[in-house]
């Protein structure tokens, strides 16, 4: 199946500081991609849709200026977390899918994010 | 908007017993269902999916799930319990039809017990 990478895996980082994370797709082109978060013992919740060469779509609540989405690639989206918080800790995943009706949507390993 | 409710935040079972893991859909249209695995910190992996061409449909790791349009049922079950299913399942749905996000479930953590 596809394979969908992130980077880094895990982070700590200080109040304040801003984190970048990267969505890679590895082996197929990603005409869409999704950010998920993550809380203990719960489910994922949207964030936000990115589609490659445009503006991501944000999910009511989302601050889309605390989370800076770029899909400058077809194989490259990012989530830059800017001046952290430790209410910002959490489990941030990606998904991406190449598009169709029927396709699946292959999700990356995940990032531990923890602000001290 | 489609959505999917999982009955049961925990099942625990015994190493070889039948897993039995419930996922119920309310859609307007054909839904396209999906059940993914996450292990302890990692992401999710696709177990099966149910796209209207087969109502029984067989995934990885042993597992199958049957599409029930009469009880808008998608449950996932393995006849054998293995240890190292032990992990945490969740059902889901486009929010709607295209390319959409998905739509989850609460999750249900299963529990194998030797």
């Known amino acids: 199946g596809a394979v969908v990478s992130q980077h880094p895996s895990r982070v700590i980082c200080k109040s304040g500081t801003s984190v970048k994370i990267e969505c890679r797709s590895l082996?197929?082109?990603?005409?869409?991609m999704f950010w998920y978060r993550q809380f203990p013992k719960q489910s994922l919740m949207l964030m936000a849709t990115?589609?490659?060469?445009?503006?991501?779509?944000?999910e009511q609540g989302v601050e889309k200026d605390k989370f800076l989405i770029n899909h400058a690639s077809l194989t490259l989206s990012t989530l830059t977390v800017t001046s952290a918080h430790p209410e910002d800790s959490s489990f941030y995943i990606c998904s991406a899918m190449s598009g169709g009706l029927t396709d699946t949507q292959y999700f990356g390993p995940g990032t531990r994010l923890t602000v001290l | 908007a489609q959505s999917v409710t999982q009955l049961g935040s925990h099942v625990s079972v015994s190493e070889g017993a039948l897993v039995l893991l419930r996922c119920n859909y309310s859609?307007?249209?054909?839904?396209?269902l999906f059940w993914y695995v996450q292990y302890p910190n990692q992401g999710l992996q696709l177990l099966l999916k149910?796209?209207?061409?087969?109502?029984l449909v067989k995934g990885i790791n042993g597992f199958e799930a049957e599409f029930k349009k009469s009880e808008t049922s998608f449950h996932l079950t393995k006849p054998s319990a293995h240890m190292s299913d032990a992990a945490e399942y969740f059902c889901a749905t486009y929010i709607s039809a295209g390319n959409t996000p998905l739509v989850f479930g609460k999750g249900t953590r299963l529990s194998v017990i030797a």
């Open positions: 859609s307007s249209v054909p839904p396209y």
């Open positions: 990115s589609n490659e060469g445009s503006k991501a779509t944000y």
């Open positions: 149910y796209t209207s061409a087969a109502t």
């Open positions: 082996d197929f082109q990603a005409t869409t």
